[in-house]
């Protein structure tokens, strides 16, 4: 039905930036909510940030507030993930999510994902 595809990950240094994005494709989805996550070694996943259908509300974890923006490009079918000031703890697989069910307060429930990108931010 839907299927989402992550990219932009890598390898940085304390304080780098990175742009992760999520193209979606398939049905149904231009107005669903969008979520990130994330899971680092030895952790389980964690709610990283949101974005409605509309685009226009975001919500974000307070260990990310301030340094990451979520954003949408309805017209490309993408949905984005810019990181600033990254630090260690942020490595981890980073994830694209969305549901029809979910809505942007949600942080559980997302029953479509993507395959993960990888992002190592080294000290």
């Known amino acids: 039905q839907v299927q989402l595809v992550e990219s932009g990950g890598g390898l940085v240094q304390t304080g780098d930036s990175l742009r992760l994005s999520c193209a979606a494709s398939?049905?149904?989805?231009?107005?669903?909510?969008f979520g990130w996550f994330r899971q680092a070694p030895g952790k389980e996943r964690e709610f990283v940030a949101a974005i409605s259908g509309t685009g226009s509300t975001t919500n974000y974890a307070g260990s990310v507030k301030g340094r990451f923006t979520i954003s949408r490009d309805k017209a490309k079918n993408m949905v984005y993930l810019q990181m600033n000031n990254l630090k260690p703890g942020d490595t981890a697989v980073y994830y694209c999510?969305?549901?029809?069910?979910?809505?942007?307060?949600?942080?559980?429930?997302?029953?479509?994902w993507g395959q993960g990108t990888q992002v190592i931010v080294s000290s």
């Open positions: 398939g049905r149904s989805y231009g107005t669903w909510a």
């Open positions: 999510a969305t549901d029809p069910l979910v809505s942007v307060w949600s942080t559980t429930g997302y029953r479509y």
